[in-house]
C-alpha cells in the first residue's frame, strides 16, 4: 500500500489568491462539469504505516480513483483523484478543490500531479482537511484538546468532491454522504495506534504534543538528507512519525512511505532523538505516551 507514485511528477507551491466564494454544489452545476457516479464500492486497505480509503468511479472502460489515505488518527489527509477526465495539467498551477457542500472551494497549498498507471492523469493534495488546507505542522500552534481522526459530523457534509482547473474544466464525484466512509478510516487508524503500543482509548480525546524545537530539527533533517547543492529531479514529500514520551522525548522514529521521484528515500530520522517536546495530556490534563506525525517536501518551484 502505501501512497501512489506517480512516474511523471510536479510539485507546485506557491501563495493563494483569496479563496473563492462559489460552493462546491454550485460549481458542480457550472454548464460543462463532467459528474461521474460511483462504479464501485468503498473500500479500506491498510499496513503497519498507513490506512486507505479507495473508490472507483465513472465506468469500468474508464475509471477514476478516489483515494483519501491517513498514517494515523488526525485531522488531515492525503487526497488522490487519478482518471483521464480530471483538469489537464500543463501550466495549471493553481487547482481548486471543493469537500464541505457548505464550505467554499478552496486552493491547497501543495498538490503533486502526473500519471497514475491505470488512470492516466493524477492529482495528490498531500495534506488537506475537510475545511480548510491544513497549513500548519502537527504540534505547532496553540495547545487544545482535540478528538482524533477526521471529523464525522464535516465527512457528513461531504456530498461530492469537486476539482476545478484553471482554464475552469470542472470534475465531480458524487461519492454521497461521506460519512460512514470515513468512520470505517478512523477505525482503522486507531488500530494503528495500538499497533504502535499506544493506548487508543487515551486518544479519542486528547492534547496533542507540542513540538519545541521544530524549526531547528527540520533544518537539520532537510541538509542531512539533500545538502546544500539538490538536483533539480529530486522532489518529494517525505512523512515520518515519532512516539514522544510523557517526559517529552522521543523512542521511536519511523520514515513512511515517500511520494517521491528520482528515487529519493532520504534518512529522515538521522536526526529524530534533537527533538522536544511538550508531551501530551491526557483527558484529565496528565502526561501520556503519543505521537507526532509530520512531514517536509523537496520540489522544483513549478510557478
Not at 207 to 234: A, C, H, L, S
Amino acid at each position: 500500500m502505501g501512497s501512489p507514485l506517480l512516474p511523471s511528477l510536479l510539485l507546485a507551491l506557491a501563495p493563494a489568491p483569496a479563496q473563492p466564494a462559489e460552493l462546491p454544489g454550485e460549481v458542480a452545476n457550472i454548464p460543462g462539469a463532467v459528474r461521474l457516479a460511483p462504479v464501485s464500492e468503498w473500500g479500506v486497505d491498510y499496513d503497519e504505516q498507513r490506512c486507505r480509503l479507495r473508490r472507483l468511479f465513472g465506468s469500468e472502460q474508464q475509471p477514476h480513483l478516489l483515494a483519501i489515505e491517513q498514517s494515523a488518527p488526525v485531522a488531515k489527509f492525503a487526497l488522490t483523484i487519478a482518471g483521464n477526465q480530471l483538469p489537464d495539467l500543463d501550466g495549471r498551477i493553481f487547482m481548486q478543490l471543493g469537500l464541505e457542500s457548505d464550505r467554499p472551494m478552496m486552493i491547497p497549498h501543495l498538490r503533486l500531479g502526473g500519471t497514475l498507471d491505470g488512470f492516466g492523469r493524477a492529482l495528490i493534495w498531500p495534506s488537506v482537511t475537510m475545511t480548510s488546507p491544513a497549513y500548519g505542522e502537527p504540534g505547532q500552534g496553540d495547545r487544545a484538546a482535540i478528538q482524533s481522526g477526521i471529523s464525522l459530523n464535516s465527512s457528513r457534509k461531504v456530498e461530492r468532491i469537486v476539482v476545478r482547473g484553471q482554464d475552469k474544466e470542472v470534475l465531480v464525484l458524487e461519492t454521497g454522504n461521506m460519512q460512514p466512509a470515513i468512520r470505517a478510516l478512523n477505525a482503522c487508524t486507531v488500530d494503528l495506534i495500538a499497533s504502535w503500543g499506544l493506548d487508543p482509548a487515551q486518544h479519542r480525546y486528547y492534547t496533542p504534543p507540542r513540538w519545541v524545537n521544530f524549526k531547528q530539527v527540520r533544518e537539520r533533517m532537510i541538509n542531512d538528507n539533500f545538502g546544500t547543492e539538490r538536483g533539480t529531479e529530486d522532489q518529494a514529500v517525505v512523512e515520518f512519525r515519532f512516539i514522544v514520551e510523557t517526559d517529552g522525548s522521543v523512542s521511536d522514529c519511523v520514515r513512511i512511505n515517500a511520494t517521491s521521484v528520482n528515487s529519493v528515500r532520504p534518512p529522515v530520522c538521522s536526526r529524530a532523538r534533537m527533538a522536544r517536546f511538550e508531551p501530551a495530556l491526557d483527558a484529565n490534563g496528565q502526561p501520556m505516551r503519543s505521537f507526532i506525525v509530520s512531514a517536509f517536501s523537496y520540489f522544483v518551484d513549478a510557478s
